[in-house]
């Protein structure tokens, strides 16, 4: 007999039956509230009607259509309805399956294009466990330990978390820029440097925004230096935010975004947009996979994107976030063991510290624990897995986030 690898450490003990909107039915019969969307990706609710519709009428048309032996419909469908929402200039588009396979592509892209060998991500950054993923990856040792030598050329420069340098904002960011250019100093010249690599809000990291003076001195040096800025929209992509992408909040220019979770309401599917001019730079042959692009999964993005649409997520999002984070700052404001709650859109997160300002896990999980045991469904995220999480399906609705507010108080 057969049984799961002990490696799965599930952050709940639900087993589900059946998902439907913002709520998963578990095989005790009970209905859980779904503030994970599974990590970040069933933005339109789990099996949307019409995003079912479209999968299933495309499962009877076509399944897999390689993408470097034939192209098909879905896919060149896809394509020309991101060109509706993709930031501006940025009109060539490749596909994968998973988040870390786009990173992959991009940085491939990226050292191709530039013929430089390194690349400078940010602490607390996640992008991935692929083995180039994970090593671009500084939110947390566990996503790397044990299997060291990682590769290398990659080197790490500070975000401004203001509220853990305890700074404010302005002037964790003026510190954080002058580390970078401390490290161009003394460690890797800028013109060895092929790509930035950020998130517009730390997500494995602890839900920390970034700011727009930051993401104004990274494209100057970008432009200065002949680096390419490299976007990771896995998690903040496609109206998680209250905006389209999360960059939008911060006035910057990408020259590659990488897209994934959201895209495509659960199936697989990911990919990087970049100028043609850029795109063009790749070298035949390095970029592809079987399943890249998957039929299916094409097909249920482009409903994805139209429910997004018609449905007027990302305005619900923005809406119903701030709800959220009103009603999370509350709930900390009644219990010193929350130190921070901050974020953008639904993306919320609550940071547990001991009393001497100490990341403690140990508060966080019991806490998340509690809410999965009230029928709530949570994550943690940060380095110490000491901030828990609030990413529910862009669909929620003001009440159901009143539910969950009270759920999570009682927890807490
Ligand atoms: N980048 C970001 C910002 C992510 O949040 C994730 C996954 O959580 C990834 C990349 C990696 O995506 P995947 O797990 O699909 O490989």
Redesign the pocket.
Known sequence: MAQLSPLLKQATPVVVERGEGVYLHDTTGRRNLDFTAG??VTSTGHCHPRVVAAAREQIGKLIHGQYTTVMHKPLLDLTERLGEVLPPGLDSLFFA???????EAALRLARQATGRPNVVVFQG??????VA?ATMTTSGTRFSAGFSPLMGGVHVAPFPNAYRYGWDVETATEFALRELDYLFATVTAPNETAAFFI?PVL??GGYVPANTAFFAGLRERADRHGILLVI?????GFGRTGKFWGHDHFDVRPDVV?I??GLASGF?L?GIAASTELMSKAWPGSQGGTYGGNAVSCAAAAETLSVIKDEGLVENAAARGEQLLAGARLVADKTPRIGDVRGLGLLVGSEFTTEDGQPDNATAQAAQKAAAERGLLLLTCGAHMNVVRMIPPLIVTAEQVDEALEIWADAV
Do not use: Y
């Open positions: 990590i970040g399956n998973s988040g870390s396979e786009g990173i950054g996640f992008h991935g466990r692929t993923a998130e997500g494995e990771d929209e896995v998690q903040t990488v994934a979770k697989p990911s």
